[in-house]
């Protein structure tokens, strides 16, 4: 008998690198067209924002480093206090409305029950169309009580309806605004994310005997937690920067709406009109900030109610 010793494969060789060294630029080639422009749109005016806020321009020396002097006067600044209270309070009250309404509209388009679901769907979404000046110079409009619908219904009706525009409730009226323009974005928002709900869930809870209310509460909403938790971040970055409907309705508003209603209406005072550029530099960075920790704060309560 004889027997054959089987040699051992030899070990596979790496193909050697293609392209040479210049292959390991190509990345970075590709790379280049975005971070160029992410440079010129997003780095820079924030580099030089956070420059401006450490200087002023005074009448005589001229301009001057001052470190931190800026944001102390922004800090004890009771205009700027006032606005981001407003705004807080704002936020407050109107986001968790239009996300309950547009809640509502997703889950009623998703039942399958509206008859004309996509007439209804786009009629929802078309105010987010509306630029928004149009849209405020049309609210501001109806809310006038000598030349608007809210002035034609009390000679119609011989009563004095409140004024939308008065200091008390100004700012339920731009809520209102705000309201139906953003409640059809965040219906789609959460519409979107119930078409990607699985069938056979809804199938397995039908063959348990669950009713609608429970396959709302039980799959649709678990199944949002996500989307909300984004339609919440977006809104609370646009309460933050609420400026253009206060802005145009302070033309006829003037005794209810201030130069410093709104953060971001108070900064473009201080840049524009009090020829302040370094002081409302600073005023943006601190309210850059704060809309960042807020924002944070809001996905984090939303990551964690979703474990």
């Known amino acids: 008998m004889t027997s054959t010793a089987t040699a051992p494969a030899p070990p596979a060789r790496r193909p050697p690198p293609r392209g040479g060294p210049g292959r390991r630029w190509a990345g970075w080639g590709f790379l280049a067209p975005f971070m160029t422009v992410f440079a010129l749109v997003f780095v820079a005016p924030i580099a030089y924002s956070l420059y401006l806020s450490v200087y002023r321009n005074r009448l005589v020396g001229g301009t001057s480093f001052v470190g931190a002097d800026n944001y102390r006067t922004a800090f004890t600044d009771p205009v700027f206090w006032d606005a981001v209270v407003r705004v807080g309070l704002f936020l407050a009250v109107q986001v968790p409305i239009m996300l309950f309404l547009a809640l509502l509209l997703a889950l009623a388009l998703d039942s399958g ?24 110079l049309m609210w501001g409009f109806m809310y006038g009580t000598r030349f608007g619908l809210v002035g034609n219904a009390n000679d119609l009706l011989g009563v004095t309806l409140p004024d939308p525009l008065s200091p008390g409730l100004v700012l339920a009226s731009i809520g209102n605004i705000v ?21 056979e869930l809804y199938e397995a809870a039908e063959v348990d005997g669950a009713g ?21 971040v977006f809104s609370v970055i646009g309460s933050f920067q609420l400026f253009n409907e206060p802005s145009i309705l302070r033309n006829l508003a003037p005794n209810a709406i201030t130069s410093g209603y709104t953060p971001n209406l108070y900064t473009y005072s201080l840049a524009f009109s009090g020829q302040q550029q370094n002081q409302a530099a600073a005023v943006a960075v ?22």
């Open 113 to 136: 029950r509206l008859y004309g679901r996509d007439f209804f769907r786009i009629s929802i979404f078309l105010p987010y169309a509306v630029p928004a000046v149009v849209a405020t």
């Open 179 to 199: 309201t139906w323009q953003f409640v059809g974005y965040n219906m789609l928002i959460l519409y979107s994310a119930l078409r990607t709900v699985p069938h």
């Open 212 to 232: 609608q209310l429970r396959v709302i509460t039980a799959v649709k909403l678990p199944a949002l937690r996500g989307a909300l938790v984004i339609a919440a």
């Open 286 to 307: 601190i309210m850059g900030l704060l809309t960042m920790a807020v924002a944070y704060a809001v996905q984090l309560f939303g990551m964690r109610r979703a474990v």
